[in-house]
């Protein structure tokens, strides 16, 4: 008997598509590929802003498959297209603020053994025996967000944390969530699911130098900055 898979939903069509988006981009970026690293720094510039503030980047960022109609893809509605456009812009562009002058993979896909979701990564960068509460402040704070511009500009300072300590997030996992974001009740569906991968990260051992990094500490790591 043949069973058929449900259609992809449209949340887990912009987090395929972030991913598919970032992989090559990363792995350029790594191998100092110039147009990789110039990509980078283009999409960078974006963090925190709206993604209509930067036509430059409607070059870069290719969206078509969103606007792909087949059998097991429906069209999207306006508002759907909308949403998901900018959660794709906010998870790019945030990744590549996390990306800047690292050399190990800033965008991870995550695992059950080791999980890459946003709140397991905040959990990283705390002691193994207690809470950071400035650095669970934050997340709180993210959370309480009105809207997806303010969240990515909120979260830009825990990821400047997350990039210090080399902790990577799954930015895939990410943007699906930034979709979800912008429904009604969807930020408390998220903010459940940051919860649940806060308490996923079980600490392996003592933690690194990171836990100490100061939390208001401005970031100088530029390498590549432009």
């Not at 887990?12 to 790594?30: C, D």
């Not at 190990?104 to 705390?126: N, S, T």
Request: overall charge positive; hydrophobic content about 40%.
């Amino acid at each position: 008997m043949t069973i058929a898979s449900a259609p992809p939903t449209v949340r887990s069509r912009v987090a395929h598509l972030a991913a598919a988006r970032i992989t090559p981009w990363q792995e350029g970026y790594l191998r100092d590929r110039p147009k990789d690293v110039a990509a980078l720094a283009r999409l960078r510039r974006g963090a925190g802003r709206d993604a209509a503030e930067l036509p430059d980047l409607w070059s870069l960022v290719d969206t078509s498959p969103l606007h792909t109609n087949t059998d097991a893809l429906r069209p999207l509605s306006e508002p759907e297209l909308v949403r998901a456009e900018d959660a794709l812009h906010a998870a790019l562009t945030l990744w590549a603020f996390h990306q800047q002058s690292r050399g190990a993979r800033m965008h991870r896909p995550h695992q059950r053994e080791r999980p890459a979701g946003l709140g397991a990564g905040v959990r990283r960068l705390m002691p193994p025996d207690g809470i950071d509460e400035p650095v669970r402040k934050r997340l709180v704070r993210a959370g309480a967000a009105p809207d997806l511009l303010t969240l990515v500009q909120r979260l830009r300072d825990i990821v400047v944390l997350l990039r210090r300590a080399d902790v990577p997030l799954d930015y895939g996992l990410l943007a699906g969530q930034f979709y979800a974001w912008q429904w009604p009740d969807g930020p408390g569906l998220v903010r459940r699911e940051w919860g649940r991968s806060f308490h996923t990260w079980q600490h392996p051992g003592p933690v690194g130098e990171h836990a100490a990094t100061s939390l208001t500490e401005t970031d100088t790591d530029d390498k590549d900055a432009s």
